[in-house]
């Protein structure tokens, strides 16, 4: 008996993973089509401000392809007159 319960057990929690994974896999493909399609600028970034990924609308406005973008700090796309307004932002962002 122990046996069959624990293959109950195993698949059930294997159904979970399945579940699981399928919702991660279609919230991955929803954000990947916001992304892509999104009118407004979107940037990615890494914990040291530099750009991991861009999309076709912030290239558009920019004018500049994605891979021209990506490893850049994004303070560097910021009129210097409003970086510190920007560095403040972000302070408030990560911290909460």
Same mark, same amino acid.
């Given at each position: 008996?122990?046996?069959?319960?624990?293959?109950?057990?195993?698949?059930? +929690?294997?159904?979970?993973?399945?579940?699981?994974?399928? +919702? @991660?896999? %279609?919230?991955?493909?929803?954000? %990947?089509?916001?992304?892509?399609?999104?009118?407004?600028? =979107? !940037?990615?970034?890494?914990?040291?401000?530099? =750009? %991991?990924?861009?999309? /076709?609308? !912030?290239?558009?406005? @920019? %004018?500049?392809?994605?891979?021209?973008? =990506?490893? /850049?700090?994004?303070?560097?796309?910021?009129?210097?007159? $409003?970086?510190?307004?920007? $560095?403040?932002?972000?302070?408030? =962002?990560?911290?909460?």
């Amino acid at each position: 008996m122990p046996a069959a319960r624990d293959t109950s057990t195993s698949t059930a +929690r294997d159904g979970a993973v399945g579940r699981a994974e399928e +919702r @991660l896999r %279609q919230s991955e493909e929803r954000f %990947q089509s916001v992304f892509d399609h999104a009118p407004m600028g =979107i !940037l990615l970034l890494d914990a040291e401000v530099r =750009i %991991q990924r861009a999309n /076709r609308a !912030l290239c558009a406005m @920019l %004018q500049f392809p994605e891979q021209e973008l =990506i490893g /850049r700090v994004v303070t560097e796309l910021i009129h210097p007159a $409003d970086r510190s307004a920007s $560095d403040a932002m972000r302070t408030r =962002i990560v911290a909460g």
